[in-house]
């Protein structure tokens, strides 16, 4: 399952992680852990990974993958907001977060993430616990389905969306990923940029269902005052929203200790999007604590 996972950004991202021999090091998102092993294999003798997920399907992959590193590596089953207490009093050299959905979500039409094959209305990273994608759209009241297609998808056609929803699930309940992009692809209009007309409203569902900008920005504070002198937090954000976010929160700590690496966002070069049209939308930025 984890062979075919390519991570996004991985030269960029390593650069400025700044690895270094024997560190500690932690991977937020580790995923299918293709990150976490490139790290693992450039920080030995003695050089460790905290591997952290919310999605437990995820860990299965990176356990495969990260198994010949054996006792330098250790998976945890949590979101990554949750690693300052995860840390203990150690502190990391480095910390990668990969915000993006993962390559096994989205290829895994039973996982709800895609309108491209037919799937559960599900969109939870983590399927354990949590409200689907299908009772935020079946339950919602209109004003709030609107709302957060327009906060969260930036839709402009939202309210004519959130319209047709309510309309359709009078008729009939939501169950899969193909009955809602019909509807909203005929209550869209014409996409912009040539997106397909539902990809904005599927991003929206999935930001709702799994609060992923709730805390971003004191969870990112928080991180980066557990890092180590001179270490590095490095973040890949894949939508605007997410990505204003870091660089608001990196732009206040720029001002607290800390140095912005990098100015601008990097991006991903021609090569990488033709081998991974995944990594098109990604924006890589990277904070060092300048004192410990």
């Known amino acids: 399952m984890a062979i075919g996972h390519e991570p996004v950004l991985l030269e960029e991202a390593l650069e400025l992680l700044a690895l270094k021999p024997g560190g500690f090091?932690?991977?937020?998102?580790?995923?299918?852990?293709?990150?976490?092993?490139?790290?693992?294999?450039?920080?030995?003798?003695?050089?460790?990974?905290?591997?952290?997920?919310?999605?437990?399907?995820a860990l299965v992959g990176a356990q495969e993958r990260l198994a010949p590193f054996g006792e330098r590596v250790r998976l945890v089953h949590a979101d990554y907001r949750e690693l300052p207490a995860l840390l203990g009093v150690e502190a990391p050299a480095g910390i990668l977060l990969d915000l993006g959905v993962s390559s096994l979500q989205l290829e895994?039409?039973?996982?709800g993430f895609?309108?491209?094959?037919?799937?559960?209305?599900?969109?939870?990273?983590?399927?354990?616990?949590?409200?689907?994608?299908?009772?935020?759209v079946n339950r919602l009241p209109e004003a709030e389905l609107a709302d957060l297609i327009y906060r969260y998808g930036e839709e402009r056609a939202s309210r004519r969306i959130a319209r047709a929803l309510v309309q359709a699930r009078r008729r009939a309940r939501f169950r899969t990923t193909t009955e809602l992009a019909s509807v909203v692809r005929r209550s869209a209009g014409r996409s912009r940029r040539g997106l397909d007309?539902?990809?904005?409203?599927?991003?929206?569902?999935?930001?709702?269902?799994?609060?992923?900008?709730?805390?971003?920005?004191?969870?990112?504070?928080?991180?980066?005052?557990?890092?180590?002198?001179?270490?590095?937090l490095v973040v890949i954000a894949f939508h605007s929203l997410e990505d204003r976010e870091v660089?608001?929160?990196?732009?206040?700590?720029?001002?607290?200790?800390?140095?912005?690496?990098?100015?601008?966002?990097?991006?991903?070069?021609?090569?990488?999007?033709?081998?991974?049209?995944?990594?098109?939308?990604?924006?890589?930025?990277?904070?060092?604590r300048l004192s410990g």
């Open 197 to 232: 007309p539902a990809t904005r409203t599927f991003q929206a569902l999935r930001i709702h269902v799994n609060c992923e900008l709730e805390g971003l920005g004191a969870s990112l504070g928080a991180l980066a005052r557990r890092l180590a002198s001179r270490g590095r």
């Open 25 to 57: 090091y932690v991977d937020g998102t580790v995923g299918l852990g293709g990150h976490a092993a490139e790290i693992l294999r450039r920080i030995p003798p003695g050089g460790r990974l905290l591997g952290v997920d919310r999605d437990p399907e």
């Open 108 to 111: 895994s039409p039973e996982r």
């Open 114 to 136: 895609s309108f491209r094959a037919e799937g559960p209305l599900d969109m939870r990273m983590d399927r354990s616990h949590g409200p689907t994608a299908a009772e935020a």
């Open 247 to 288: 660089k608001e929160t990196f732009r206040t700590l720029g001002r607290e200790g800390f140095r912005v690496v990098t100015r601008k966002p990097v991006r991903p070069g021609p090569a990488e999007v033709s081998r991974n049209p995944r990594a098109r939308s990604a924006r890589l930025r990277a904070l060092e």
